[in-house]
């Protein structure tokens, strides 16, 4: 491709509304541009890095058996209403009237519209496994549309799902998507680990995502530093080894903390360690009131508290419920004399001892609290969020944290749709049962983005070969030198039958301009034609390394052909 007849808008200047380094270097470089808040036009650099994404896709995921397919990103209202998530999705989830006033929404996912055409058309367990995928923009009206293509309204994604009729066939195809997702990562030069994740608004159970790590990631990972363990921090579990003091029981005692209300203030007024505190948090679990305590130095892990309840919604109820409900500010909560509300404590509230915690009435704290003797508790569970230095959940090493980008998503969903939507086969003795299903994700835009913002240095983007929009960026200095520019042209053509993928810059533009817009645009290989184009002698440049060596053109096919191999 001709510079000149393409459409690379680079600017110099870093977009002012652009945080991290991916969302500048995709403006910068002239990869895309934005429409509206979280709604990108893809360039054309852009559509060739996301064509070269989903080629990789396509490769693994058929060799994993999977078919590809269109569905509608316009969907019947009624099929999510089969399903229930009509009414529990959100407002993330795009909705719409037609002339008719029938409703509709903007894809998000596809879990409805996918069961229901396998639902209609496959009625024998001798059709099952079906693993059917496709790549389609996605539609999320998010609150806060931020960090460029890591969270946008539309995006472009590669969801796929698979029907069963036994759990060791979803089991057998879980493992196969597995693999192709981490070849797929892998293959596109993403420093990527699969963890043990939640499946949100999916539903069903046991479920990976794959985390490009990042700095800017909005996930946290936990993960250990001697073994192989990994997981998402929601869904990591807590080993309890705590050990209880041999202190004695000192009598519960009444105390004023006046305006002191946070765990902080309040352990900094009464010069004890937060872990001594017992926090409070009175929650909305679907339709029932929960208090639930954790240690003043611990977070409550809500995720961790929908699976035990097995909830639909779970929210932390505001100051005005609370204190309707036991009667005090949230400030000064506590679970001594509740009877109205269950109480349910994490493990480490078990060995708290002469511990603090609120007296439900404004301003006053009790101390010298003892779990069982001043208050009961229903049960006692890991509810709290896993810490550096907790040890493994593998029981391997300490714990420790790194942010990550999620790329992909594997679910088991089980029956969770099968069943809403009557989507049933007759087994081998002729009996109905509900399909049993998986579903997979890829964020390609996001991959791209996971991929810039990991591949880039001080000059611009630095791309890995396979998924590079072009493999060599071709730069005559001066296109009005006649020795250049029939250098540059035969070179072009003859890389491009030769099979490389070529970008030649014959703009008119000064040596400065097109060296710079070269780095920012980050092709692993550029090879510069200058003063010794007569001769037949080209520089070429490693952007990845910066090393530089000179070739002569009939050598340059041969040295490229290499080079681009050990990249």
């Not at 002569?552 to 080079?563: A, F």
């Amino acid at each position: 491709m001709k510079q000149s007849m393409t459409f690379i808008p680079t600017l110099r200047e870093v977009p002012a509304d652009a945080e991290i380094k991916s969302h500048q270097l995709l403006l910068r470089a002239g990869f895309m541009r934005q429409n509206a808040s979280g709604i990108y036009s893809y360039l054309p650099l852009a559509k060739k890095v996301l064509q070269k994404v989903e080629a990789i896709v396509r490769e693994e995921m058929d060799n994993a058996g999977a078919v590809e397919l269109l569905m509608p990103a316009l969907q019947q209202a009624e099929l999510w209403q089969e399903s229930g998530r009509w009414y529990t999705y959100g407002p993330e989830l795009m909705r719409m009237k037609d002339r008719h006033a029938r409703e509709f929404a903007l894809g998000a996912t596809h879990e409805e519209v996918i069961t229901s055409l396998v639902r209609d058309e496959v009625k024998s367990y001798k059709r099952l496994p079906l693993t059917l995928y496709q790549i389609q923009s996605k539609f999320r009206d998010e609150k806060r549309p931020r960090f460029g293509l890591l969270r946008g309204r539309e995006f472009i994604m590669k969801d796929a799902y698979s029907f069963h009729s036994s759990k060791e066939s979803l089991d057998d195809v879980y493992d196969k998507l597995f693999a192709a997702y981490s070849n797929i990562f892998a293959r596109c030069g993403l420093d990527f680990r699969a963890v043990i994740a939640d499946s949100g608004a999916m539903g069903g159970k046991d479920t990976h995502e794959f985390m490009a790590l990042s700095d800017v990631g909005e996930d946290t990972i936990a993960y250990s530093d001697t073994s192989d363990y990994a997981a998402n921090i929601e869904m990591a579990p807590v080993i309890s080894n705590y050990e209880k003091s041999n202190d004695a029981l000192l009598g519960l005692e009444k105390v004023r903390t006046e305006n002191q209300r946070s765990i902080e203030e309040v352990s900094d007024y009464l010069k004890v360690d937060a872990s001594k505190c017992i926090k409070s948090l009175m929650f909305k679990i679907d339709d029932r009131n929960v208090l639930v305590l954790v240690r003043g130095d611990h977070e409550v892990n809500d995720i961790k508290l929908k699976n035990m309840f097995e909830a639909s919604s779970v929210e932390l109820a505001d100051a005005e419920e609370t204190a309707a409900i036991l009667g005090c500010p949230v400030g000064s909560l506590g679970p001594i004399g509740v009877e109205s509300v269950e109480i349910i404590a994490d493990h480490a509230i078990e060995f708290v001892v002469n511990g603090v915690t609120g007296a439900n009435e404004e301003h006053y704290h009790y101390t010298n609290v003892n779990a069982g003797r001043d208050f009961t508790v229903s049960k006692y569970v890991d509810l709290r969020f896993i810490q550096e230095g907790d040890l493994s959940p593998d029981g391997n090493g300490k714990i420790l944290f790194a942010k990550g980008i999620e790329v992909g998503h594997v679910f088991k969903l089980g029956t969770r749709y099968s069943e809403a939507m009557n989507a049933t086969y007759l087994d081998e003795f002729g009996k109905a049962k509900p399909m049993i299903m998986g579903c997979y994700g890829i964020g390609v835009s996001r991959t791209m983005a996971a991929v810039a913002e990991q591949f880039n240095d001080e000059k611009g983007l630095v791309w890995p070969v396979k998924i590079a929009p072009f493999d060599i960026h071709l730069i005559p200095v001066n296109m009005k030198d006649e020795n250049q520019s029939s250098l540059a042209e035969e070179l072009y053509q003859t890389l491009k039958q030769n099979r490389f993928d070529v970008l030649l810059d014959d703009r008119i533009e000064r040596p400065g301009v097109k060296f710079a817009d070269s780095d920012l645009i980050g092709l692993p290989i550029r090879v510069t034609i200058g003063k010794k184009a007569t001769e037949g002698i080209v520089e070429v440049k490693i952007r990845k390394t910066g090393e530089v060596l000179e070739v002569q053109k009939d050598e340059l096919v041969e040295r490229l052909t290499q080079l681009l191999l050990s990249l």
